[in-house]
C-alpha cells in the first residue's frame, strides 16, 4: 500500500517542480536484520522519487560499505545523505523520514536543488563568518 | 545553515527512534538542537536568534 495519498503525491510534485540541480539521496540501510524503520523509509523514498526527474536515490549497504558511511559520517540506519548534483550538501536525516520529518526533507531538496537558502542577508552574513566546523543535531519527533 | 557555510553540518534526529541520543541529549521535548554535542537550543526559535545562537557557541 502506498504511504502518500494521491493528494499527497499532488502537493509535493508541485513543490518539487523547480529544481535546478540533480538531487541525490544517499540512502544508508542493511538488507538483514535492519530496523523496520529501514523498511519504511525505503517506502517513503522511493514513492518521492517517482514525483521528480531530478531525484535519484542511491541505496547503500551500511555493513558492506563501512569506508562510504564514515565519509559521510553515518554512524547509524535508516540515514539519508542529500547530494546536490554530486556534491555533499551537509544534510543529513536520520529515521524514516515519516510526519513533520517527510516535510523536513522535501524542505532539504527543495534546498539543495534550488539556488538559495532563503534565509535572511543578516544571517547569511553571520554564516559567512564561520570558520569553525559546526556539527547541528536536530531533534524531532514524527508528530 | 549547511547550505550557507562549508563549515556547518546538519542532521535531522528522529528521537523516537534513537533513544541513546535522546537520552545522552536529554531530549525531553521537540524541536531540541544540539551544537557541537554540548550547547542545547530548546524549541522553534525564530532564525536571528537561532543563527545568533548557533554561530557564538
Known sequence: ?143 | MAFESPHIRAACVEATEFMDLTRKFRVTGVPKTIVNGTGEILGAVPEDAFVREVVNQ
Do not use: W
Open chain 1, 1 to 143: 500500500m502506498a504511504l502518500l495519498s494521491e493528494q499527497d503525491r499532488q502537493a509535493v510534485r508541485g513543490h518539487l517542480a523547480d529544481l535546478t540541480h540533480q538531487v541525490t539521496l544517499l540512502f544508508f540501510t542493511q538488507t538483514i536484520g535492519g530496523p523496520e524503520t529501514a523498511q519504511i523509509a525505503k517506502q517513503i523514498l522511493n514513492e518521492l522519487a517517482g514525483l521528480s526527474d531530478k531525484i535519484t536515490i542511491e541505496e547503500v549497504n551500511f555493513i558492506l560499505e563501512r569506508d562510504r558511511a564514515a565519509t559521510y559520517g553515518v554512524d547509524r540506519i535508516p540515514a539519508i545523505v542529500v547530494l546536490r548534483d554530486v556534491e555533499d550538501t551537509r544534510i543529513r536525516f536520520f529515521g524514516a523520514p515519516s510526519g513533520y520529518e517527510f516535510m523536513s526533507l522535501i524542505e532539504a531538496i527543495i534546498l539543495a536543488g534550488g539556488d538559495d537558502s532563503g534565509l535572511m542577508p543578516e544571517s547569511k552574513e553571520l554564516i559567512a563568518g564561520v570558520t569553525n566546523p559546526i556539527d547541528l543535531q536536530v531533534f524531532v519527533t514524527p508528530t
